[in-house]
């Protein structure tokens, strides 16, 4: 059997809802590295939101690779080397926090282990999407007096939240205003990520699996979210989880089960170890 690569979203697909992977999981995973696949954690998250799951897979040891920031920074786990980046230029920081102030947003940026929010804004409440994300990663929240001063470098990702209800029409809105700089799309319904033009999931796929030796055909992509959406379409196998929004199922080659009922470890027996257990 040709050698997979096999691309996987954390939030919803490779965790269940206590955002730990299970045994079953753990175990098929070790099995496919040890017949020479791949693995690619492939996450909105920051690159130190992922590390738990680099360490829990040993992706140092076989060779596992990070794409993380919505497809911002690509890391080789075993050398540490970063083989990919695209930043978004800090030029856009101003205009995306103005919008944001005026549409009663939350919005971060991050510094290495940190999240950077400016303080809250006149009315607007303590933002318990942004607290989610920083457990979630491990990360602290530095709330900063003078935040458009102080981030002054360019950005992997700027983070909105926005009610859920509302935020596809914020979305849509800033795609038309940014759009020349920079890509905006959604990750959960209350989440409006904006990172540099032409940045996503598939597009940085498509830039680094050349060099690391896989075709797009022998790629497996599972995920269950909007920014999961053009990695499962451009995949050689795209995989939606049972729990997946019905816009990734639509363009899925193969529903899962959930991330509750261990559907990564049913897409690796199925496509990477059926054939060697028979």
Request: net charge negative.
């Amino acid at each position: 059997m040709e050698k997979k690569l096999l691309v996987l979203d954390v939030d919803g697909t490779l965790v269940n809802n206590e955002k730990e992977i299970t045994p079953r999981t753990k175990e098929a995973l070790f099995q496919a590295m040890e017949l020479g696949h791949g693995v690619m954690i492939a996450s909105g998250r920051p690159t130190p939101g992922v590390q738990r799951f680099v360490d829990e897979l040993r992706l140092a040891e076989y060779g596992g690779y990070t794409l993380t920031y919505n497809g911002a920074r690509v890391q080789d786990c075993r050398s540490g080397k970063e083989i990919y980046r695209k930043m978004l230029p800090n030029s856009i920081l101003r205009p995306v926090y103005e919008y944001a102030e005026e549409h009663d947003l939350g919005i971060v940026t991050y510094q290495q282990d940190m999240m950077l929010e400016p303080q809250v804004l006149s009315g607007r409440r303590l933002d318990d999407w942004i607290r989610w994300e920083a457990r979630i990663n491990h990360l602290s929240v530095d709330v900063c007096e003078d935040f458009l001063n102080y981030v002054n470098y360019d950005l992997f990702k700027i983070l909105l939240t926005a009610d859920p209800e509302k935020s596809e029409g914020y979305m849509k809105e800033m795609q038309k205003m940014f759009g020349s700089t920079a890509n905006v799309l959604r990750s959960e319904s209350f989440f409006i990520e904006v990172t540099a033009r032409h940045i996503d999931k598939a597009r940085t796929l498509e830039r680094v699996i050349g060099p690391i030796g896989i075709s797009q055909s022998n790629t497996i992509c599972c995920g269950d979210a909007f920014n999961d959406i053009s990695m499962v379409e451009y995949a050689g196998i795209g995989v939606a989880m049972g729990n997946a929004k019905p816009e990734v199922k639509a363009v899925a080659d193969y529903i899962t089960s959930s991330n509750e009922e261990d559907g990564i470890a049913e897409v690796v027996e199925q496509f990477l170890l059926k054939n060697i257990h028979g």
